[in-house]
């Protein structure tokens, strides 16, 4: 596996050098398109680079791509505590991320012997609103915020704590942990900071410090909100890095918007356009279309990544080499299992783990034919705390 990241370093290394050279000689004849639209300024190309920052960079997207970590997760806690129900409130089940945490959930409860349902919030204020009243009328013994703002729903979540029914949220804020405004038992997330980091740090290693990069995100959700702007501080790391664009399409949208932005984009920047960033994976599949139709082949440029979720529909462009490169992907069905053990523990008057899953990069170089982020040791760990 080193060396074949090795190999494929210098595959990217070699192609960027000849795109780099080519953006630069357009943006020459262009006159340096001055008056275009740039969020930060600045040469295209400036001779220097950053050497340590993508010294840095490359060392840490090395880190990251390696797949056989052993489990770090707990290794105590109470046993199972029976006869419970869960009721999973999604902001939207078209979003891949919310889907495989909530699938996760599932597969953990059929183990530990609780049941679940799913209600959609649709993806909409008024929806996922009405989605987390249903769920409360309910009155289940446990309600997970699936994907967004709980301060979105401040009556509903006053009415749960009211009734003493524990919340655990999946990306509702933007940190993982406990919190007491608004009330959660835990937030289940990766590090916002590490997936931000890594994102632009692969852009930076990928492009020897001279990218042109597109960052679209979803300004609706708190948590996805702070991670393109956490982003966007990493791609500043490197001066020659350029941020083209700054993408506001909320994922609720993203089928019917992303085409239309993307073939502006590209009538924009033209070559000047090399590397992607997005807080989903699902904006490069809406991509696709505008890119086919603009002569873009798949294996790019630009070269795409996606800073979450790593659904089975990312791990497959990026290994079919169509639009998408890289994805940071969540261990989605891990995270639906600590979901279920979180719930456990504040069932039993246990505090929470604590436990927040390290960060993973997957290219077509560590991916092979998987199509999610499914590490190695979770289940068996959860089980014997369980014991089941």
Known sequence: MPGTRK??????????????????????LAGC??????VRGGSDTGPAGCPAVQTKARAAVEQAEKADMPWDGPTNGPRAVSGKDIVFVAQTMTNPGVAGAAKGVREAARVIGWKVRVID???????????????VTLSPSGIVIGGFDPNATSQQ?????????????????????????????????????????ISGQWIISDSAGHAGAVLITDASIPFARDKSELIRK??????????????????????SRTPREVSSLLSRFGSRWTHSVAINDLYFADAAPAFRAAGRKGSGPPFNIG?????????QRIETRQ???ATVPEPLSLQGWQIVDEFNRAYAGRPASGYVAPVHLATAANSGTTTTWDPPGYREGYRRIWGR
Not at 169 to 195: K, M
Not at 244 to 250: C, Q, V
């Open 7 to 28: 190999a494929a370093h210098g595959r990217v290394t070699a192609r960027y050098t000849a795109a780099a050279l080519l953006a630069a000689a357009a943006a020459t």
């Open 33 to 38: 398109d001055r008056g275009s639209p740039d």
């Open 121 to 135: 919030g649709g993806g909409t204020p008024a929806g996922i609103q009405a989605a987390m009243s249903q769920a």
């Open 157 to 197: 979540v006053a009415r749960a704590a009211a009734q003493r029914i524990p919340l655990v949220g999946w990306h509702a804020l933007a940190a993982p942990g406990p919190s007491r405004r608004p009330p959660l038992f835990t937030n289940v997330t990766t590090r916002v900071e590490d997936v931000a980091a």
């Open 234 to 255: 990493q791609l500043a790391t490197c001066p020659s890095v350029r941020l083209l664009a700054y993408e506001n399409i909320p994922i609720a949208d993203a089928s």
């Open 307 to 315: 800073a979450g979720d790593g659904d089975p529909s990312a791990f």
């Open 323 to 325: 639009y998408q490169a």
